[in-house]
């Protein structure tokens, strides 16, 4: 049984951070691409950051130099840390696991950023 549980979402201000957990279980966690995903109303589900197995990472030009995306192997759990958030940030941000053709998803955790 594979799950990718997300955490530490919710609303935070404008220009504030906030740090996404993700814990993923039923598979060899080391071996696989891991992303963070995020989806807006009426919008495509886009990527904001992954990490492969070695540690490289890829961010689009919306997030590069605010978000951070980082694993740790020994705890089979990804993060992401958001800093300096903007309105259009807010999204549901889902956690990712790929090998291959392999593709996991998490159920999403909402993150609002208003005043």
């Known amino acids: 049984q594979v799950q990718l549980v997300e955490s530490g979402g919710g609303l935070v201000q404008p220009g504030g951070s906030l740090r996404l957990s993700c814990a993923a279980s039923?598979?060899?966690?080391?071996?696989?691409?891991m992303g963070w995903y995020r989806q807006a109303p009426g919008e495509q589900r886009e990527l904001v950051a992954a990490?492969?197995?070695?540690?490289?990472?890829n961010y689009p030009d919306s997030v590069k130099g605010r978000f951070a995306i980082s694993r740790d192997n020994a705890k089979n759990t990804v993060y992401l840390q958001m800093n300096s958030l903007k309105p259009e940030d807010t999204a549901v941000y889902y956690c990712?696991?790929?090998?291959?053709?392999?593709?996991?998803w998490g159920q999403g955790t909402q993150v609002t950023v208003s005043s």
């Open positions: 990712n696991a790929r090998l291959s053709v392999i593709v996991y």
């Open positions: 990490i492969t197995s070695g540690e490289s990472t």
């Open positions: 039923g598979i060899v966690f080391s071996r696989y691409t």
